[in-house]
């Protein structure tokens, strides 16, 4: 009796989100400082690993697969990914495949919401160039991001796809294990993978992507029905990430059968019906800076804090938002607390010195997307190193960067009744000695204005009188119609219909 031979497998991976609004585009320089590696060492460092590519070395070294490196590269959400970038990458990709022919399967790890500066569509062309070198009968087998924005030609181009199901995502190593334990089936030939694809005319923002929350909670409770049925191989249920514009982004549901493609459709159907039911649950309720403002001087103490989640510093914005400062500078708030990141503003305040009065622009100065420069004259009543040791010692924050935090040279410049500290390095509201530090009491605060999403809450809810959400500028706002999308076409509750030109089947 002779041995059936190993099988051989190439295991890569290419991920980005990217935010094709944003202004500065994501460079090769950025995916090499944060992870691009490429043959042997994917493998040897990624297994093992909490990724999903981790997942499918492991799940590939179990069942003693001879395994073959790629490159695997990942970079921080960001800008558009630079033509150089994904050339270079998906080349490198390629030729490592090459070199590994010939194969019996390829396991990748993609994002799904990948823009390039010369393609709109890079995950879908990458995967068109693996087909051409592996051929038809090798089958492919892809775990996305469920922030995937996932097109009908992705789907195409692929034999089986597998989403993470939780967000945040805790289950990408398992979904790689899942990847891995499917390839075997379908190398062996026991599977006939057909799936099936519906794109609800819904995008969610990122806000309302929880699955632990609705609307995706109650879809989810439907998938773990569906995934008993014996013919059902994986259900994929993506959110979309709604700040790259494409014509395919949104929501969409992927499922995957055994060889029954009417079951397939019928239960991708059925989920899109059933996330359609729930999009008013998706709808993030915010009030306009000044309306906020106007709510918060009416509450008799403070401290109010006002949520500037567009400006989210933890998802990549400047910190430099000017909207919750103007709309306080026009309602005369006194007790108003803004932390803006602006070195230049700081060495203006360096240059007056202490105790000086100063007229000057703050804010608004990274980009256009965080409102209008806002000319001040203050008093400069702090200066410093900007440094300060975490009160809290149980939050991520501590865990990320330590306990001593530093925002570089910082002043704190006070305006009729509000004071902006000025600092020199972005920093999250994550600590209530960040105001501390340059001698603000939070808690004598009427309101305090934090430019986070849900990172705030640690340190702040503890002393809020109230909470406020705002609706204001900036590049993580969840009013999709802020965006002057040119290629999307499905709007969700937070959008406008006036963007919907063409419903999508
Ligand atoms: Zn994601």
Redesign the pocket.
């Known amino acids: 009796m002779t041995r059936a031979p190993v099988p051989r497998v190439a295991v890569g991976g290419w991920l980005h ?1 990217t935010h094709t609004f944003a202004t500065v585009p994501t460079t090769l320089a950025l995916f090499q400082a944060q992870c691009c590696v490429a043959g042997d060492a994917v493998p040897a460092h990624l297994g093992g690993s909490a990724t999903g590519i981790g997942g499918m070395i492991d799940g590939a070294r179990a069942r003693g697969w001879s395994l073959h490196g790629t490159l695997y590269a990942a970079a921080m959400p960001g800008g558009m990914i630079t033509t150089d970038a994904r050339r270079t990458m998906h080349d490198a990709l390629l030729a490592h495949l090459a070199a590994a022919m010939p194969l019996d399967g390829v396991l990748l790890a993609l ?1 799904g ?1 990948a823009v390039a500066e010369d393609s709109q569509h890079p995950e879908y062309d990458l995967l068109l160039r693996v087909r051409s070198i592996v051929g038809a009968g090798v089958p492919i087998v892809v775990e996305f ?4 924005n996932i097109s009908p030609d992705i789907v195409a181009a692929c034999d089986l796809l597998v989403a ?1 199901d939780t ?1 945040p ?1 805790d289950d990408a190593y398992d979904r790689g294990l899942e990847c891995a334990a499917l390839l075997e089936r379908l190398m062996a030939g026991q599977i006939r993978p057909t799936m099936a694809h519906v794109a609800p005319p819904l995008m969610l923002a990122p806000q309302a ?1 929880g699955t632990a929350d609705l609307p995706l909670r109650a879809v989810h409770a439907a998938v773990a029905d569906f995934e008993r049925h014996p013919a059902v191989l994986a259900i994929s249920v993506f ?1 979309g ?1 709604a700040y790259a514009d494409t014509p395919w982004t949104g929501t969409s549901i992927v499922v995957c059968t055994d060889d029954q493609p009417e079951l397939a459709q019928r239960l991708a159907s059925r989920l899109a019906t059933l996330l359609l039911a729930q999009r008013d649950a998706a709808h993030i309720a915010q009030l306009p800076a000044d309306v906020a403002v106007r709510q918060a001087l009416l509450q008799p103490t403070g401290p109010v804090i006002l949520v500037d989640s567009a400006d989210n510093i933890g998802g990549g914005t400047p910190g430099d938002g000017t909207d919750a400062l103007r709309a306080m500078l026009d309602a005369d708030v006194t007790r108003g607390t803004i932390v803006l990141a602006d070195p230049a503003a700081v060495a203006r305040c360096q240059q007056a010195g202490l105790g000086a009065s100063v007229t000057l622009t703050v804010g608004g100065a990274v980009d256009r997307w965080h409102g209008a420069p806002q000319l001040v004259t203050g008093v400069v009543c702090h200066l410093g190193d900007g440094r300060f040791t975490c009160e809290r010692r149980d939050h991520h924050f501590a865990s990320l960067y330590g306990a001593d935090v530093s925002m570089g040279p910082t002043a704190w410049l006070r305006v009729r009744g509000i004071n902006i500290v000025l600092t020199t390095v972005k920093t999250p509201p994550m600590d209530l000695a960040q105001l501390r530090s340059v001698g603000i009491v939070p808690e004598e605060q009427h309101m305090i204005v934090v430019k986070s999403a849900v990172a705030y809450r640690a340190a702040y809810l503890p002393i809020a009188a109230a909470v406020i959400e705002m609706d204001t500028a900036g590049l993580c706002s969840a009013n999709l119609a802020r965006f002057p999308y040119r290629y999307a076409r499905r709007m969700g509750p937070s959008g406008q219909d006036s963007l919907v030109s063409a419903p999508t089947p």
């Open positions: 989100e994002h919401a991001d469920m922030h995937g993470y967000n995502h992507t959110a990430f």
